[in-house]
């Protein structure tokens, strides 16, 4: 049997207080999806040659760009790929948590249905 009696207005908040709670959980990430993208990423693999010489090879084309021995210079390649993979993991929580926002408003704009439906009609059950 489904009834509406257990539905408030209190519920109602608290679930929109969720939402805002969502809403800043995704633009925090969104911001630090941009700002690792700002310092650059790519998406490939590293490559030693000889043990020593490091080449990043790029997945989307299998462009091998040789980096060398420089230790430097290799940290600052390696870093980019790291940023990739951070912005990948970051995405994927990103599309999780607008899914349960966009969840989250359906829910909400229908609890907020039900609270301006004629009280006449809270307790009626459509399975009965």
Not at 47 to 60: A, E, N, P, Q
């Amino acid at each position: 049997m489904l009834t509406f009696d257990l539905v408030t207005e209190q519920q109602t908040h608290h679930l929109y207080l969720k939402f805002c709670d969502l809403q800043t959980q995704i633009e925090t990430l969104k911001g630090e999806i941009l700002i690792l993208e700002d310092q650059g990423t790519l998406d490939g693999h590293a490559w030693y040659k000889d043990g020593k010489y490091l080449y990043l090879v790029h997945h989307l084309d299998q462009h091998k760009q040789y980096i060398g021995a420089d230790p430097e210079k290799q940290r600052e390649a390696l870093a980019l790929l790291d940023r990739y993979a951070k912005v990948k993991h970051l995405s994927s929580n990103l599309a999780t948590l607008e899914m349960a926002r966009s969840a989250s408003l359906r829910l909400f704009h229908t609890l907020e249905d039900i609270l301006r439906t004629p009280e006449s009609y809270h307790s009626t059950s459509f399975y009965r």
